[in-house]
Antibody
Framework: EVQLVESGGGLVQPGGSLRLSCTAS????????MHWVRQVPGKGLVWVSR????????IYADSVKGRFTISRDNAKNTLYLQMNSLRAEDTAVYYC??????????WGQGTLVTVSS | DFVMTQSPLSLPVTLGQTASISCRSS???????????LTWLHQRPGQSPRRLIY???NRDSGVPDRFSGSGSGTDFTLQISGVEAEDVGVYYC?????????FGQGTRLEIK
């Protein structure tokens, strides 16, 4: 069974940093591209970042470029999102998703990030 | 950037009726490899999204056959034939091949 479990969310002050993790199981993580997608509670889905299976070619939404870094450790079956210089508008639930045919087929339960003083 | 526009944004439906959701892209979604990477997702209240359809019309395992996707180029449709109570929630279309990856605004389906 495919499982994606996010962790690392919480309350952080504006300008602060946070690292999200996503632990994957039930599939071949090292051969799969992965994404981060976020959602302000009650609002729509917004794509954040994608990374290829070998850790190359990371791409980002303009809104987070230069502040967020996606990475992965295939030996640990874990995806990361390092978030720096956080802003109030980064407040959202962050989902880790698996890519299949350029499409997110499995989603984690999400982790809430709140940026507030 | 691609813009994905869904309509309607709110869709009240009677149980057993057929519901249709439209998704229009600002540019053709036909990729240079010949494929069209249009996806439909469903998010029930309080849950994570779930993929229903990928590459326009391919239904995921476990998705009831009352869900069907169609379309080409810039115009796509998700049809639910015989809406059931469990179908409530928000439906999103998205395009996943081009940067930035783009979601539609979402269509909220509710039971009348």
């Amino acid at each position: 069974e495919v499982q994606l479990v996010e962790s690392g969310g919480g309350l952080v002050q504006p300008g602060g940093s946070l690292r999200l993790s996503c632990t994957a199981s039930g599939f071949s993580f090292s051969t799969t591209w992965m994404h981060w997608v976020r959602q302000v509670p009650g609002k729509g889905l917004v794509w954040v970042s994608r990374i290829r299976n070998d850790g190359s070619n990371a791409i980002y939404a303009d809104s987070v470029k230069g502040r967020f870094t996606i990475s992965r450790d295939n030996a640990k079956n874990t995806l990361y999102l390092q978030m720096n210089s956080l802003r109030a508008e980064d407040t959202a639930v962050y989902y880790c998703t698996r890519d299949n045919y350029y499409s997110p087929d499995y989603w984690g339960q999400g982790t809430l990030v709140t940026v507030s003083s | 950037d691609f813009v994905m526009t869904q309509s309607p944004l709110s869709l009240p439906v009677t149980l057993g009726q057929t519901a249709s959701i439209s998704c229009r892209s600002s540019q053709s979604l036909v990729n240079s490899d010949g494929n069209t990477y249009l996806t439909w997702l469903h998010q029930r209240p309080g849950q994570s999204p779930r993929r229903l359809i990928y590459k326009v019309s391919n239904r995921d395992s476990g998705v009831p056959d009352r869900f069907s996707g169609s379309g080409s180029g810039t115009d796509f449709t998700l049809q639910i034939s015989g809406v059931e109570a469990e179908d409530v929630g928000v439906y999103y279309c998205m395009e996943g091949k081009n940067w930035p990856i783009t979601f539609g605004q979402g269509t909220r389906l509710e039971i009348k």
